[in-house]
């Protein structure tokens, strides 16, 4: 027998041998979850040189057929892959939060809840749009007193927001103070029908919600606007012209009389009167008068 002949069948079954162990590795790998294989990094690696696949007669000394292996495409690089990017949401803004009313606004719409269901005046009861309780800083030095509410504090519910009240606004400004500083009040809470004046009785209906208003404000000053607030505050019949240009008391509270802004609209030769009894009031108070006012 020649060397080629002998060497022959040592040959097969050596392959055999490997294809076995390399189909037990396998299905072992198989058993742990493996289920593809990544290529070798290796750019000089060739598939030819891999054994080749045993012929039928190597099948049967072996057994079954190895079971193919599918080799995987290997998984891109991190680097190469596409991040999905999102732009965040806008945070949502905070409402602002409002700030606690005082111990004395408190107090204050305790008594305007009482003024809204008032229906101590009939006629007035009847006839109102809202009540005009007030307006402005519980806390303020100053007082301005009117006469009664008019249609156009009638249908807003607050005091002095027509014509009359711009010139009041106008008379503040002038002080070097802003609306807000102050608190503006009138003797009544409901318009009279027809703006006519209110009466005696219904003036004293309202006298306990205002003195319980400056009870809780407790003002320095009072400026009483219109012979009706002079006479009703200070329980007088004198005419409004001789109680201006000096303070009357009422309790530790100065009263400053002086005409009605709505006085000077239909007598602009009054508008001097008028900021004569302002700086008189701005002196004692402390409030320093602008010169194109002197």
């Known amino acids: 027998m020649t060397p080629e002949s002998q060497s022959t069948p040592t040959q097969s079954v050596n392959l055999a041998r490997l294809h076995k162990a390399v189909r037990q590795r396998l299905?072992?790998?198989?058993?742990?979850?493996?289920?593809?294989?990544?290529?070798?990094i290796d750019t000089d690696w060739d598939p030819s040189k891999l054994p080749q696949t045993p012929t039928r007669t190597e099948e049967s000394a072996v057994?079954?057929?190895?079971?193919?292996?599918?080799?995987?495409?290997?998984?891109?690089?991190?680097?190469?892959?596409?991040?999905?990017?999102?732009?965040?949401?806008?945070?949502?803004?905070?409402?602002?939060?409002?700030?606690?009313?005082?111990?004395?606004?408190?107090?204050?719409?305790?008594?305007?809840?009482?003024?809204?269901?008032?229906?101590?005046?009939?006629?007035l009861a009847a006839t109102r749009n809202k009540t005009v309780f007030g307006v402005g800083n519980p806390?303020?030095?100053?007082?301005?007193?009117?006469?009664a509410p008019g249609a156009d504090e009638d249908r807003q519910g607050e005091p002095f927001v027509g014509r009359a009240g711009k010139k009041l606004n106008e008379i503040i400004e002038a002080m070097g103070i802003q609306r807000q500083d102050i608190y503006i009040l009138n003797t009544i809470k409901?318009?009279?029908?027809?703006?006519?004046?209110p009466s005696p009785e219904e003036q004293e209906n309202c006298s306990g919600f205002l003195q319980r208003q400056l009870e809780i404000i407790k003002p320095d000053y009072i400026v009483c606007l219109g012979a009706i607030a002079a006479r009703s505050f200070l329980k007088v019949t004198t005419p409004i012209g001789e109680l201006r240009g000096e303070f009357h008391t009422q309790g530790k509270i100065k009263v400053l009389c002086t005409y009605h802004?709505?006085?000077?609209?239909?007598?602009?030769?009054?508008?001097?009167?008028?900021?004569?009894?302002?700086?008189?009031?701005?002196?004692?108070?402390?409030?320093?008068?602008?010169?194109?006012?002197?």
Request: with cysteine.
């Open 27 to 40: 299905q072992s790998l198989k058993r742990a979850g493996l289920t593809h294989l990544n290529p070798p």
């Open 63 to 123: 057994g079954t057929a190895v079971e193919p292996v599918t080799i995987a495409t290997p998984p891109p690089s991190p680097t190469n892959i596409p991040v999905e990017t999102t732009t965040p949401a806008a945070p949502i803004p905070e409402s602002p939060e409002k700030p606690m009313p005082s111990k004395k606004q408190i107090q204050l719409d305790v008594v305007c809840q009482e003024v809204a269901q008032c229906t101590a005046c009939d006629e």
């Open 139 to 147: 806390n303020a030095k100053l007082v301005f007193y009117g006469e």
């Open 190 to 197: 409901c318009r009279p029908p027809g703006n006519r004046n």
């Open 261 to 294: 802004p709505a006085y000077i609209l239909r007598n602009p030769s009054k508008k001097r009167d008028v900021w004569e009894d302002i700086k008189f009031l701005m002196k004692d108070m402390g409030l320093k008068i602008p010169k194109k006012y002197l």
